[in-house]
């Protein structure tokens, strides 16, 4: 069959699929729930069409196995007829479909007979519940009539073609969902561009027939970046061996990932069930290629206690930093850091592709800094692409792809590419919760040929950085007063209050009128002392505040210990990057604004952000004063001929 011919069937049969909504579910479950009735009962017609040529053997073999344990039944059935799952009952929905009586005790018992290691499936799907809802509307009779008349049959349509129409009814289903979809499906336009970067630099290393890649994902939702990903590496070579590794937390999302998988010829337990924070289920593993697309502003203190004993082991994955409990995405970014393969002589290594929100580039808590520094220090970051905003279905604010790689190629190492992509879209025609732009094959391209070109790329959309681009010093600048001696009733008046001023105490100030004020911790001890009187510290110090008048032309005022003194109103915080020399940026950056600024290295704290926006911020250039002129002189008449049109009505 032909691609066309192919998505033609794929698409036609998703439609019918629909159908099962407008025709039997209507007026009986709310319309954005449509897709968790109608995608359980998909997968159990598909499971039931792969398993249909070797049911009869199969049941007669497993049968004959009798008592042995379910795990070494599963064994004996994989060795003998190649299935990873299989079902046991002699029913099948045409059966259970042909009369009209004890249909839900018949479907019930029919799922009963599917081997335990895809019985979670039907528990992620809550599908006992939602038999019984649509059994009780009179519905269950006409739906599993329905399902058992599609023909879902591998024959009929391949994996990659079941794919297409399991993604089409979830993307339908989701589309009635809105924004909630955005919780566990990531849109395949965001995940195609991943993809496309993480694998164009293993094109050469990907050909053969003893190719091997690993996939993982932390956060597998319902599966669609392994499956894109599988896709993307058959297509390069499709005798490569793909092996696909997830983990889910939602038990909705688990049990859509697990049947899009299993549909499509994947392995039973290619996508566990387990919070990756507390667990990680495939630890010790890692992997060729991880993407993930973790919650945004995951708040994790109810899983802090498990992370922070994790934490305190060396070198394990949460060692390097811990965020604030209100956003746990970058424990989820350090997570995939660690899940990658290391580097290998031939030039292989891991490679991950994960999603995040603006927070994770320049958050400045403790734990957001470590992590980025451990990253930046170990050559992780390859790239980070910025994406439309609007892209996905929970949320429209900017978001962004962290590039990870443990061996870059020898013109990436020790460099960073940042790749603007946020003006790459088209609108979507129809919006679906928060997503209102697309990437097309184009935007895509765009983006894909920029990250090939690396330092060749149009600067417009990519700049290549240093990890010490990155990495700054904030130095405390400050402008140091000027000050002249001057005497004053007013001084005078402060003082009085003081125990240890006296009247005699006066004269000696008047005389020091007009002296240096830099001079003042000696000159005033020593005339009190020539007049018998005593100037203890504290005295000294009120006399240096009260006599203190700014003067631009003296000279740099210093303490009585010898410390600049800083003008008030005037100390600020320059932000320097580690790569520039400090004084030559002080010359650039502040001198020219301020000739007598000065600075203190020694006091400078260490810090890292990634200024995305900033760096490929470009200023407008302000409209010519004569054409806003113009507009308002133009506004100005019309509103007169408005008013005059008024007047003469009256």
């Given amino acids: ?355 995040s929100n603006a927070s994770p580039l320049f958050s400045s808590d403790n734990g957001p800094t470590e992590i980025r520094q451990w990253l930046l220090d170990e050559d992780l970051i390859d790239a980070i692409v910025a994406l439309p905003t609007d892209m996905f279905y929970g949320t429209g604010i900017p978001t962004y792809v962290w590039i990870l790689d443990t061996n870059k190629t020898p013109e990436r190492k020790g460099k960073i590419q940042l790749i603007d992509g946020s003006g790459q879209y088209a609108p979507m025609r129809k919006p679906m919760g928060e997503k209102r732009r697309e990437m097309r094959k184009g935007d895509r391209n765009v983006l894909l040929e920029a990250y090939r070109a690396f330092e060749h790329a149009d600067p417009a959309i990519s700049r290549v950085m240093t990890p010490e681009d990155f990495m700054f010093r904030d130095v405390p600048v400050y402008r140091q007063a000027r000050f002249a001696t001057r005497f004053s009733e007013e001084a005078v008046d402060e003082l009085r209050s003081r125990r240890d001023f006296t009247v005699a105490h006066i004269k000696l100030l008047r005389s020091l009128d007009g002296t240096l004020w830099n001079e003042l911790p000696k000159s005033f001890p020593q005339a009190a002392k020539a007049a018998g009187l005593k100037a203890p510290i504290g005295l000294v110090d009120a006399v240096m505040r009260v006599m203190a008048a700014p003067d631009d032309s003296a000279p740099p005022a210093v303490d009585r210990r010898g410390k600049p003194v800083i003008a008030d109103g005037w100390k600020i915080t320059e932000r320097v990057p580690l790569s520039e020399d400090l004084a030559e940026h002080m010359k650039r950056e502040v001198l020219p604004f301020a000739p007598d600024a000065a600075w203190d290295e020694s006091k400078a704290k260490r810090g890292n952000e990634i200024p995305f926006m900033r760096i490929f911020y470009t200023p407008k250039k302000p409209r010519p004063l004569a054409e806003i002129d113009s507009e308002v002189q133009k506004l100005v008449a019309e509103l007169a001929e408005m008013f005059k049109a008024v007047s003469e009505n009256d």
């Fill in 1 to 355: 069959m032909t691609e066309p011919a192919v998505a033609s069937t794929s698409s036609t049969t998703a439609r019918i699929v629909w159908e099962t909504a407008d025709k039997f579910l209507r007026d009986v479950v709310e319309e954005e729930d449509y897709g968790d009735f109608i995608l359980p009962f998909t997968v159990l017609r598909r499971l039931e069409c792969m398993l249909a040529d070797s049911k009869e053997q199969v049941t007669k073999y497993v049968t004959a196995l009798g008592g042995l344990p379910p795990h070494l039944i599963d064994i004996a059935v994989k060795d003998r007829f190649g299935l990873s799952f299989y079902n046991v009952s002699p029913l099948d929905l045409a059966t259970i479909a042909s009369v009209d009586d004890n249909v839900e005790k018949s479907l019930q018992s029919y799922i009963a007979g599917f081997s335990h290691n895809i019985a979670d499936i039907w528990v992620a799907f809550d599908f006992t519940r939602r038999v019984k809802v649509l059994a009780e509307a009179n519905r269950l009779h006409s739906v599993v009539k329905h399902f058992s008349t599609l023909n879902l049959s591998p024959s009929i349509l391949k994996n990659t073609a079941m794919g297409d129409v399991f993604e089409d009814v979830m993307y339908r289903a989701f589309n009635k969902k809105g924004k909630a979809a955005g919780a566990f499906y990531t849109p395949r336009d965001a995940i195609k561009l991943m993809v496309d970067i993480l694998i164009t630099n293993d094109d050469h290393s990907l050909a053969g027939e003893s190719a091997l890649r690993s996939i993982y994902d932390p956060t597998a939702g319902s599966g669609g970046m392994l499956l894109v990903a599988q896709e993307a590496l058959r297509r390069m070579n499709e005798k490569i061996d793909v092996t696909l590794y997830g983990q889910e937390l939602m038990p909705s999302a688990f049990g859509l990932g697990k049947a899009d998988l299993l549909i499509q010829g994947g392995r039973p337990d290619a996508i566990k069930q387990g919070n990756t924070l507390v667990e990680d289920l495939y630890e010790g593993q890692t992997f060729d290629y991880v993407l993930s697309n973790p919650p945004f502003g995951k708040d994790w203190s109810a899983d802090q206690k498990p992370v922070r004993e994790q934490a305190k082991v060396p070198g394990s994955r949460f060692s390097h930093g811990l965020p604030s409990t209100s956003d746990g995405q970058m424990l989820f970014l350090a997570h995939c850091a660690h899940k990658l393969s290391p580097a290998e002589k031939n030039g292989q290594g891991g490679r991950a592709a994960v999603v």
